[in-house]
């Protein structure tokens, strides 16, 4: 009575005076035990039955069971089931279906499974048990196996085996095995059962058959707030961001006030269709609902409103959480990594760190990608041994998470391999190649993204065998090659003079049935005219089925600078200016085609309509993990003197060794009045790095040519490897060499 009651401490001090405690007794007081949530008691109550030797029977297991079920205690649960076996209770359908139960709920399906097996008799539950045991730890394959065992040993489904069914098929998205679940389902049962009707939606919505889904929600005799849900979840889950919000706007219509799964849903659906708008209309519901809190809806409003452009409002939703976990910080990053503010991003992830929340895998993916965009190789290098310190980075994942079910097993490898490929992307585009090559050869899988990411790495500094090498390595892992394989490898073909190659791989596209785009003509094109071939080069302009791009454009305008074409290079100009009347690259280009041609009035003519477009040039140079910013202001600014000395150092040497005035061909001597930040960023780098190691720099406009001729120039005198990379070429300057081959 006391402990149905509620009394639980009081049915304990009347257990312990009973003069007699036989097994009955003991299994009140377990039970009450259990019912108040206290399991820890349970156990030790069984401990104490034991030891005094007391015969348990059906309902002292059960409870035990249940205490095990409850808080995961896969430990006492074996114990549990040994005590199951001494007793010779196996036989009990009632201890057998317990046990199974147990087992899924503490992830011990092979256990489970062998209960299953060694029943004497086995009902609909003891199979719909293990089938939901399966669904839940991610097992979808396993649940739709054991569906088919259970109909071989004439056991008919229930409605809760349906339920599990479906949900493994939408796990796995097995459609067809859905849609012969779904013929099996009686009208009476599929008509009286709401679950099922949601469930068929939800099932056909996640393989992607969205009609089907509509057909059978527009079918069901009553929606629900579930209902609606699957329909909306499945729309985004397939990028239909706006039939999901039709969806959202229909059912309040229907006066179905949504939840806030159909918040979150929604939202993520303005995300897909980047709609600031929406986004905010969707805002004020959840902020009416008092959902603003809801940290599942805080970390997606941070999201939605940074993939709309709109960072300030992300960060006032971030800062006003007042729970901030691992995927509000993620969700920030992010948004700064992909729209290019990267040094925010940077900032964020060492704020979270002070925060205290530990990154987890896709944090560091994102953060890396923050590094490739402004070269900052020292920060990747540190989040790189991070990500091994602190066990985010595995390298034989397989092994590690084989126990977990597919489904979750599938989701760790993608985190896995996604950050790998970051990895090697980073690497790659700091110029790093060997370190890109070695993170790619320890990862235990590759992807399509993985060899573009490193046969990207080989193109952009011109290792064009290399590049030849890792495309055939494609064929043999059997990947195949996409758009940005061959655009990376004409590209090479382009930058390495490689005509004929270039010609092999373009008409190449067609037998892995690729059609080359534009950016594929303009790699081709800009080959043709580095290699002189400039009529060639100009058919193919007027004849490729698509409007020619500003980068062809510019591509015929450095072949006209190379070759000295004055009225070609007109010509392109006057295109360019067509597409973009401030493009700094062309009137750039255009101006070094006059001056080599000394037409000098054209040259200032268009040296000052330059001067008036310009954008501020900005330098970034990454020094042991801090990025510095550099900008034209700070030339001027004498707070710099120790760098504005080693540049007159270098300027010095320069005249020296320049007798024969190869290096500067726009003026008569080295150009000393260049205002050009990247001056700055390289100095401050060869005053702030160690002898013979690597400086990296990223600018926000194309490097001049007086500048270009710098950096070559201190590539061989100070020996070092120089990674610089601007708004339309990467350059790699060594041994007084530049991979661009004097083009860009």
């Given at each position: ?6 009394s639980i ?52 297991l ?12 896969l ?6 089931y ?20 147990m ?23 003891s ?7 399966y669904?839940?730890?991610g ?9 088919k ?10 409605a ?10 939408s ?55 579930v ?63 008092g ?87 020292d920060?990747?290098?540190?989040l ?6 602190r ?61 573009n ?29 996409d ?23 373009f008409?190449?596209?067609?037998e ?11 790699c ?52 360019v ?6 493009h700094?690259a ?26 008036a ?32 000395a080693k ?16 290096l500067?061909k ?9 205002k ?68 860009c």
């Amino acid at each position: 009575m006391y402990a149905k009651c509620g009394s639980i401490d009081e049915a304990s001090c009347v257990f312990d005076k009973l003069s007699t405690q036989d097994v009955v007794s003991w299994n009140v007081l377990m039970r009450g035990y259990l019912e108040h949530g206290l399991p820890d008691k349970v156990f030790d109550c069984f401990d104490k039955v034991n030891t005094a030797g007391i015969a348990v029977d059906q309902v002292t297991l059960l409870c035990c069971l249940n205490a095990c079920c409850n808080v995961e205690n896969l430990k006492e649960g074996h114990a549990t089931y040994a005590a199951i076996m001494k007793h010779g209770l196996e036989r009990e359908l009632v201890l057998g279906n317990a046990s199974i139960d147990m087992y899924t709920k503490c992830g011990a399906l092979m256990e489970a499974k062998h209960v299953l097996d060694h029943m004497f008799v086995r009902d609909v539950i003891s199979w719909t048990t293990l089938i939901a045991g399966y669904v839940e730890n991610g097992c979808g394959e396993e649940a739709l196996k054991c569906l088919k065992n259970m109909k071989h040993d004439g056991v008919s489904p229930n409605a809760a085996t349906l339920v599990c069914s479906l949900k493994a098929c939408s796990s796995t998205r097995s459609i067809d095995m859905g849609r012969k679940i779904q013929a099996d389902i009686p009208e009476t049962l599929y008509r009286s059962d709401p679950t099922i009707g949601n469930t068929l939606v939800d099932m056909f919505a996640k393989c992607g058959s969205l009609m089907e889904a509509l057909q059978i929600f527009n079918e069901l005799p009553k929606r629900t707030i579930v209902s609606w849900n699957a329909l909306i979840a499945g729309y985004v889950e397939h990028g239909h961001g706006n039939d999901a919000l039709n969806c959202f706007d229909q059912m309040q219509l229907d006066c179905m006030s949504p939840d806030a799964s159909t918040l979150n849903c929604s939202l993520k659906a303005c995300g897909l269709i980047r709609s600031s708008i929406k986004s905010q209309v969707v805002h004020s519901e959840i902020v009416k609902k008092g959902l603003e809190q809801s940290y599942l809806i805080g970390n997606t409003l941070v999201d939605v409103y940074v993939k709309c452009n709109l960072l300030a409002d992300g960060r006032y939703v971030f800062d006003r959480q007042k729970v901030r976990n691992v995927i509000s910080w993620t969700a920030l990053i992010s948004g700064y990594a992909d729209r290019g503010v990267s040094r925010d991003a940077l900032d964020c992830l060492e704020e979270m760190e002070v925060d205290g929340v530990v990154p987890n895998a896709v944090t560091m993916t994102c953060s890396l990608k923050a590094c490739s965009n402004i070269g900052a190789i020292d920060v990747g290098q540190a989040l790189h041994a991070q990500t091994v310190k602190r066990g985010i980075l595995y390298t034989d994942y397989s092994d590690r998470f084989s126990k977990i079910g597919d489904k979750a097993f599938h989701e760790l490898a993608t985190e896995q391999l996604q950050l790998e490929n970051a990895l090697v992307d980073m690497y790659g585009k700091c110029g790093n190649v060997l370190d890109a090559h070695d993170v790619f050869g320890s990862m235990p899988m590759h992807d399509l993204v993985s060899w573009n990411a490193l046969i990207t790495g080989y193109s952009r500094q011109g290792h064009a065998e290399i590049v030849f090498e890792l495309f055939d390595g494609m064929a043999e892992e059997a990947v195949h090659p996409d758009e940005i394989t061959f655009l990376s490898i004409l590209s090479v073909c382009s930058h390495a003079g490689l005509v004929q190659k270039a010609r092999s791989y373009f008409k190449a596209m067609t037998e892995y049935n690729l059609s080359p785009k534009s950016e594929h003509y303009n790699c081709v094109i800009d080959l043709l005219g580095r290699a002189g071939q400039i009529l060639e080069a100009t058919e193919m302009l007027e004849r490729m089925p698509y409007q020619p791009t500003i980068f062809a454009w510019c591509s015929m305008l450095g072949a006209c600078r190379k070759w000295g074409n004055v009225k070609l290079g007109q010509h392109a100009f006057e295109c360019v200016l067509r597409l973009d009347s401030q493009h700094a690259a062309a009137f750039m280009l255009m101006f070094s085609i006059y001056v080599d041609a000394c037409m000098w009035e054209e040259a200032k003519k268009v040296e000052e309509a330059l001067q008036a477009l310009k954008q501020p040039g900005q330098s970034l140079v990454d020094i042991f993990g801090v990025v510095h910013t550099f900008c034209e202001e700070d030339v001027d600014n004498m707070r710099h003197k120790e760098l504005h000395a080693k540049l007159r150092e270098v300027y010095l040497e320069m005249e020296k060794r320049d007798s024969t005035n190869v290096l500067t061909k726009t003026s008569n001597s080295i150009n000393c009045s260049c205002k050009h930040s990247e001056r700055l960023a390289l100095v401050y780098g060869l005053l702030n790095t160690s002898e013979r190691s690597q400086i990296h720099i990223v600018k926000n406009v194309p490097i001049c040519e007086d500048c270009h001729n710098v950096m070559t120039f201190i590539s061989r005198t100070e020996r070092r490897k120089i990674v610089f990379k601007d708004k339309i070429c990467y350059h790699e300057f060594k041994n007084g060499k530049c991979s661009c081959g004097y083009y860009c």
